[in-house]
């Protein structure tokens, strides 16, 4: 069963351009003559690439409280532990990337950002996790690029270390008026990365 753990720490890994995925790739550290087992393929459902939120008094930008913008996703894969029975397991650790922009109707100093992650094989959802970061942004700054928390998701391995048959779904939690909004106002774009 995939198994997903905060870690405190931040991940430092480059930035790439706007809205593209990085290959995830890493090598095993506990045996540099060994190769990293190959890392899930990672996709963005563009209605959910970004999130509007609006104070309900409309959609001008009056109204608009913060607008958060997936820009990238960083991260690498090693051998993990142990399964529960014994089996091989792939450690994906991931975070993302992404511009916060706080609205002219925002009262607070800080934004909340929910997103997912689903794990898919062969097209079925294996399992989903939400998580919530919350970021503070100073009083005179309205715009800042930001990174979440790194996760930990520990997936079985394939008998082939270098195929993993998983994918990563990765986006905004949104409600049904944000998802709603998105559909009507952003062009539908399909961002994949994928395991070279």
């Keep these: 069963m995939p198994a997903f753990r905060r870690l405190a720490t931040s991940l430092f890994v480059p930035a790439f351009a706007v809205l593209a995925l990085s290959t995830l790739a890493g090598c095993d550290e506990s045996n540099p003559g060994m190769f990293a087992p190959a890392c899930p393929a990672t996709e963005i459902p563009s209605a959910a690439s970004d999130r509007f939120v609006y104070d309900g008094r409309g959609l001008d930008v009056g109204s608009l409280v913060s607008h958060a913008q997936l820009t990238s996703i960083a991260g690498d894969c090693q051998r993990g532990p142990k399964g529960p ?112």
């Design 85 to 196: 029975k014994g089996q091989e397991m792939v450690r994906t650790r991931i975070s993302l990337a992404m511009n916060l922009t706080r609205g002219p109707a925002s009262e607070s100093s800080s934004i909340d950002v929910p997103y997912f992650i689903v794990i898919m094989r062969d097209g079925k959802i294996v399992d989903k996790k939400v998580f919530t970061d919350t970021f503070k942004l100073e009083p005179n700054v309205s715009a800042q690029p930001v990174r979440t928390e790194l996760r930990l998701i520990d997936l079985p391995a394939s008998k082939n270390l270098q195929d993993n048959p998983y994918t990563l779904e990765i986006g905004y939690q949104l409600t049904h008026d944000e998802l709603d909004y998105n559909r009507a106002h952003l062009p539908v774009v399909k961002f994949r990365g994928r395991t070279q």
